[in-house]
Nanobody, 124 residues
Framework: QVQLVESGGGLVQAGGSLRVSCASSGRTFSSLLAGWFRQAPGKEREFVAAISARGGTKSYADSVNGRFTISRDNAVNTVSLQLNSLKPEDTAVYYC?????????????????WGQGTQVTVSS
């Protein structure tokens, strides 16, 4: 069983930066593709970024490409998301997710494991 726990959310002004991280307790984390999703109030959960099991391939949503960076450290079973140049529309609960398989997927139902989420709020 893989458990994911996010940390690092908070309140930041527009234009600022934040880093959210996700720690896994499962031994198999290094074999899983990992991703970040977000969900704003009243909206559906949306894809933000994903990274392959070894970290060599990354994918980003158009809305965050060039501002956010996903990374992972399999030695300590963590995946992180660096959020730069934040905008008020980035305000959401950010969820860490992981999936078996090697294909980059952008829809929530294709992920097998989920964290509880961490709130990111960007003030204008």
């Amino acid at each position: 069983q893989v458990q994911l726990v996010e940390s690092g959310g908070g309140l930041v002004q527009a234009g600022g930066s934040l880093r959210v991280s996700c720690a896994s307790s499962g031994r198999t984390f290094s074999s899983l593709l990992a991703g970040w999703f977000r969900q704003a109030p009243g909206k559906e959960r949306e894809f933000v970024a994903a990274i392959s099991a070894r970290g060599g391939t990354k994918s980003y949503a158009d809305s965050v490409n060039g501002r956010f960076t996903i990374s992972r450290d399999n030695a300590v079973n963590t995946v992180s998301l660096q959020l730069n140049s934040l905008k008020p529309e980035d305000t959401a609960v950010y969820y860490c997710a992981a999936r078996r398989g090697t294909l980059m997927k952008t829809t929530p139902h294709e992920y097998d494991y989920w964290g509880q989420g961490t709130q990111v709020t960007v003030s204008s």
